[in-house]
């Protein structure tokens, strides 16, 4: 994340014995797991205090609010969130992109607070200017590589690639949330062959998911 873009302020003091460092650290790990559990507005400093084993007037030590902690576990975990890069031009796209998906999604899933951005987004301003322009990042990514990819003669030409890059990320998205409803082990695969199927035409993805990769 760009120095432009830092979510979390100047903190009250950064410790440099490992003691200090310790306190805050466990500090850190105790918001997020009550951030996971409770939720960001159930949770209070004075109860991260309490978790962490420490006393309220430590945690405004180490931090402004409960609201700086916790930019300070997003803020370099932004795009984590967001559709991962995809390769339009490997052997068997499907199967890339799926593999692709999965990684992604566990991911997102080890990191354990995605449930907490959208009760912040719609009060926290500065976060949600932060996470648009990471969404912009990653649809320029998505643009770039279809371009390349329409260059060679592999997607349909008839398709307006700006709608098609913000198509792809919203299935992406949105087969996260599918994916942890139902925990379909086939959701990566149900996921990258709608995508699949929305950017190549039938001769095409079928002769690239019938290429030799030791061919190339």
């Given at each position: 994340?760009?120095?432009?873009e830092k ?6 003091f950064?410790?440099k014995?490992?003691r ?9 790990e105790s918001?997020?797991a009550?951030?996971h ?13 309490a ?7 430590t945690f ?8 700086q902690l ?7 975990k932004?795009e984590?969130?967001l559709?991962?890069e995809i390769?339009?031009?490997s052997?068997?796209p ?11 999604y ?13 009760e912040?987004l719609s ?6 200017a ?11 990514r998505?643009?770039n590589g ?5 260059e060679?003669?592999?997607?349909w030409?008839?398709l ?9 990320m919203?299935?992406?998205e949105?087969?996260?949330?599918q ?5 379909k082990?086939s959701a ?6 709608l ?9 095409v993805?079928?002769?690239?998911s019938?290429?030799?990769?030791e061919?190339?």
């Open positions: 994340m760009s120095d432009d979510l979390v302020g100047e903190f009250p950064l410790p014995q490992e200090a460092q310790a306190k805050r650290n466990a500090l850190i918001g997020y009550l951030f559990e409770k939720g960001y507005e159930q949770t209070t400093a004075k109860e991260i205090a978790h962490a084993g420490v006393a309220t007037g405004y030590r180490y931090f402004s609010d409960k609201r916790l930019m300070s576990l997003i803020e370099d932004i984590t969130f559709p991962p390769s339009w031009l052997s068997n499907e199967a890339a992109l799926a593999s692709s998906l999965e990684i992604h566990n991911r997102i899933h080890e990191f354990g607070l995605r449930h907490v951005l959208p912040l009060k926290d301003s500065e976060l949600a932060v996470l648009n322009k990471a969404r912009k990042r990653i649809h320029t998505i643009i279809l371009k390349i990819a329409r060679k003669g592999l997607i030409d008839d307006d690639l700006d709608t098609l890059s913000w198509a792809i919203l299935m992406v949105n087969g996260l949330d994916t942890s409803q139902f925990e082990p990566y695969q149900d996921v990258a062959k995508i699949c199927r929305m950017v190549f035409p039938p001769k993805l079928e002769q690239l019938n290429k030799n990769p061919t190339e």
